[in-house]
């Protein structure tokens, strides 16, 4: 491969949601028809329902904050017949903590047969909300003849929801960047540490969220690693290899919470 390699953490998240034997509505990859990368979604039905019934197809579960979040859709429409379509209804859904009931957030039909992006209002909620899931929902057309198993409903090419990142109270704190030579070929591993901080009652609480903390990394996904005011690149761990040839200079790195908000760390030699 003449591609740089990728670390897996960089990649597309995969649904977190597995489709049950007594789901309606179910997901699949393809790889007939992608929007970004290799693979897309199918959204099939699974089994008969009744004319005008409604479907869901959980793919995530989430803890991310529901106040001021966006959720942006890329997504394709098989073509098919005007009356074949008649009355039906198919979107992105949420659950949040709160309400325990799921929002319904129907997508433009439009054109079919090609890819379409959609972007809805942000949601506005209280502070302290959070979604839960989020995954595709589809209303039947009310006819009749029940919509048939295996029949797809979309192809989603993307699903993502930003929310309006936050720094925490008292986040971990990342040391001083050490830099050592490296196989003696001029290149240099750099290294760090990101100590957790115990006395902040909401960053307990948060640490105790699935999918917001770490043993290794601490309160970060990812660090961004700088030489004086240049981006090198991204690491993913508490280390990072520069190349020979990259001039030595004032190291630091910044660490990126999994909410999104980027925290500023400690500088190196």
Request: charged residues 20%; proline residues 8%.
């Amino acid at each position: 491969m003449n591609a740089p390699w990728v670390h897996i953490g960089a990649q597309s998240i995969l649904p977190s949601k597995n489709s049950r034997n007594t789901d309606k509505l179910k997901w699949s990859f393809t790889d007939e028809t992608a929007y970004f990368g290799g693979t897309s979604l199918n959204i099939s039905i699974a089994a008969e329902s009744v004319a005008g019934g409604v479907d869901f197809c959980p793919l995530y579960s989430t803890a991310i904050t529901a106040n001021g979040s966006s959720i942006q859709v890329a997504y394709l429409l098989p073509e098919r017949s005007p009356t074949e379509i008649l009355g039906e209804v198919v979107g992105v859904y949420y659950a949040s903590d709160a309400s325990q009931t799921k929002t319904l957030l129907p997508l433009p039909q439009g054109p079919r047969g090609g890819w379409k992006t959609n972007t809805f209002p942000r949601i506005t909620t209280g502070p302290n909300e959070r979604i839960t899931e989020l995954g595709i929902y589809y209303i039947h057309p009310p006819t009749p003849t029940p919509t048939p198993p295996g029949f797809k409903v979309l192809t989603l090419g993307k699903l993502c929801i930003s929310p309006i990142p936050t720094i925490p109270e008292r986040p971990s704190r990342i040391t001083e960047v050490v830099s050592t030579s490296d196989k003696g070929d001029g290149s240099i591993k750099l290294g760090w540490k990101a100590y957790r901080r115990d006395f902040s009652p909401v960053m307990r609480k948060l640490r105790s969220v699935h999918g917001c903390f770490s043993e290794k990394t601490g309160d970060f996904s990812s660090f961004l690693v700088w030489r004086g005011k240049e981006l090198v690149g991204i690491s993913y761990c508490l280390e990072y290899d520069v190349p020979a040839g990259v001039a030595v200079g004032d190291w630091r790195v910044d660490g990126v919470t999994w909410g999104g908000a980027i925290v500023r760390g400690g500088g190196g030699k």
